[in-house]
């Protein structure tokens, strides 16, 4: 069947939001980041390129990794 996607978004991009979408990606779910909902402590381009390492995430832009 198709994989299940999930929606992320959150005040710790730099921690939270990253973990849970990567290990989310790890477990072959599908993840969008709403990064119009996201902040953090780190600069936002920082965490979107290590979402971006990791497989099957994507930004709300539309950028798949």
């Known amino acids: 069947g198709r994989a299940p996607r999930l929606a992320l978004c959150g005040v710790s991009t730099?921690?939270?939001v990253l973990s849970t979408a990567l290990?989310?990606?790890d477990a072959g779910v599908?993840?969008?980041v709403v990064t119009d909902a996201c902040a953090g402590a780190s600069e936002e381009e920082v965490v979107m390129r290590e979402l971006h390492e990791?497989?099957?995430c994507r930004d709300d832009d539309g950028a798949i990794s």
Do not use: E, L, M, Y
């Open 14 to 16: 730099d921690c939270c």
């Open 30 to 32: 599908f993840v969008t």
């Open 54 to 56: 990791g497989d099957g």
């Open 23 to 25: 290990s989310a990606a």
